[in-house]
């Protein structure tokens, strides 16, 4: 059960952290055509990536019933449980409590390093599967080779 629910957990994170750069790109478009923060992470629960859709539609009912923007952000971090998501709502509150003059450049420059880093974990995903398929069929194979010369006739009139 425990690694069952590992797998989807991992999988999870792995789908937000995807759909990290598509967020970015939305919230920088939304800003562009002139809508605030707020509302651009608004949008995001109609038009954002499918997985983080509900957790925007809450960030837009908590702060219709009066939640800071601050702990609005921080709840949606704490769903989205992914490092990657922790830098862009850290950047977020950080652009929301400095007035954001600057929230262009550093979602920009975020983004910038997001896909890169989405791409060197993919790789490091995926040659560490390679290297744990190795391990065991390395530990696999002196058995089978045992049980093969265990099936020979000959073999066996030596042993007993």
């Known amino acids: 059960v425990s690694q069952s629910r590992y797998r989807t957990e991992n999988k999870f994170v792995h789908e937000i952290s995807s759909a990290i750069p598509e967020i970015i790109e939305s919230i920088l ?8 923060l707020t509302e651009a992470l608004i949008s995001l629960g109609k038009r954002g990536p499918e997985v983080s859709q509900a957790f925007f539609r809450n960030f837009e009912s908590n702060i219709k019933n009066g939640v800071s923007f601050e702990d609005s952000i921080s709840i949606i ?4 449980r992914s490092r990657l998501s922790d830098q862009l709502f850290e950047a977020m509150i950080f652009a929301n409590s400095l007035g954001g003059a600057e929230l262009h450049s550093l979602l920009r ?5 997001t896909r890169p880093d989405l791409a060197l974990r993919e ?12 391990a065991h ?19 066996r009139k030596s042993v007993v």
Do not use: C, H, T
């Open 29 to 36: 478009s939304a800003i562009q055509s002139g809508l605030s």
């Open 77 to 80: 971090q704490d769903q989205f």
């Open 109 to 113: 420059q975020i983004g910038l390093f």
């Open 123 to 134: 790789e490091i995903v995926s040659k560490q599967s390679w290297v744990r398929n190795s």
């Open 137 to 155: 069929v390395a530990a696999a194979a002196p058995w089978i080779l045992l049980v093969l010369l265990s099936l020979q006739p000959e073999d």
